[in-house]
Structure formats: structure tokens, C-alpha cells
């Protein structure tokens, strides 16, 4: 949730200075950030074989919050 967060103070500081292309290339750069260490705890707790499906939901989670950011 950090990296959204950090989008999130970014994009509200440098509102005005920061097109709409760039809003999406640092909210994708936060999600898979966000995704990527997701992935670290997760291989722990779920095998390998089953990563992907227990990553899903919460890509899927990071995902919509960075869709809120957007707007």
C-alpha cells in the first residue's frame, strides 16, 4: 500500500505540473511495485504452483485503488 500512497502525495503536490500520461506511468510504476512485494510475502504463504491465483486478489485490490488515484 506504500507506493500507492507515495503516488498518491506525489500527484497532490505536483497536480499542476504533472500531465495525465505521466499520472498513468507512475500509478502503473506504484501497482506493480506494490504487486511485486506482495509476490515476496506471498510465496511463503502459498506454494509456487499456486502463486499466481492467490496473487490475483490482490493485484486486483492494489489495482482499484490506483484507478481511485486517478480520478
Known amino acids: ?5 507515495l503516488a498518491s502525495i506525489i ?3 505536483l497536480n499542476e ?3 495525465f500520461t505521466m499520472h498513468l506511468i507512475i500509478t502503473f510504476g ?3 511495485w506494490a504487486c511485486l512485494s506482495a509476490s515476496a510475502f506471498m510465496g511463503d504463504i502459498v506454494g509456487i504452483e499456486k502463486r ?3 496473487l490475483f486478489p ?3 485490490f492494489y489495482f ?3 484507478c481511485y488515484i486517478l480520478l
Open 30 to 32: 506504484a501497482c506493480l
Open 58 to 60: 490482490i493485484c486486483l
Open 17 to 19: 505540473k504533472l500531465y
Open 64 to 66: 482499484s485503488f490506483s
Open 52 to 54: 499466481g491465483l492467490g
Open 11 to 13: 500527484y497532490y503536490f
Open 1 to 5: 500500500m506504500f507506493p500507492i500512497v
